[in-house]
């Protein structure tokens, strides 16, 4: 069975940063697709960043784009986001997700294509 474990969540003042970790378990993140959502209260779970099997392209929310920056050691089976210039919006549960639908040259953007899921790790952006 295939575990996602999500790290680096907390408190942190607007213009603040924060970094993500996912290691993944009893998956190849070589072979597939991974990405970070969030989910804000009362909002529907939206896609953050994604990243390919071999790293080659990256796609990022509108909201985000310019200040995240996704990443993927596919040695460690890790997978980061690098969150800088922190607003109050960001201010959300992140999860990691991992496809299984190998070599996509660019991942799909929707929730539902990714049938693994962490647990999630909040983040919370003070002002």
């Known amino acids: 069975q295939v575990t996602l474990a999500e790290s680096g969540g907390g408190s942190v003042q607007a213009g603040g940063s924060l970094r993500l970790s996912c290691v993944a378990s009893?998956?190849?993140?070589?072979?597939?697709?991974m990405g970070w959502f969030r989910q804000g209260p009362g909002k529907e779970r939206e896609r953050v960043a994604t990243?390919?099997?071999?790293?080659?392209?990256?796609r990022y929310g509108d909201s985000v784009e310019g200040r995240f920056t996704i990443t993927k050691d596919s040695a460690k089976n890790a997978l980061y986001l690098e969150m800088t210039s922190l607003k109050p919006e960001d201010t959300a549960m992140y999860f990691c997700?991992?496809?299984?639908?190998?070599?996509?040259?660019?991942?799909?953007?929707?929730?539902?294509?990714?049938?693994?899921w962490g647990q999630g790790t909040q983040v919370t952006v003070s002002a």
């Open positions: 990243i390919n099997h071999d790293g080659s392209n990256t």
């Open positions: 997700a991992a496809d299984e639908t190998s070599w996509r040259s660019v991942c799909l953007g929707g929730p539902g294509a990714y049938p693994y």
């Open positions: 009893r998956y190849d993140s070589r072979r597939y697709c």
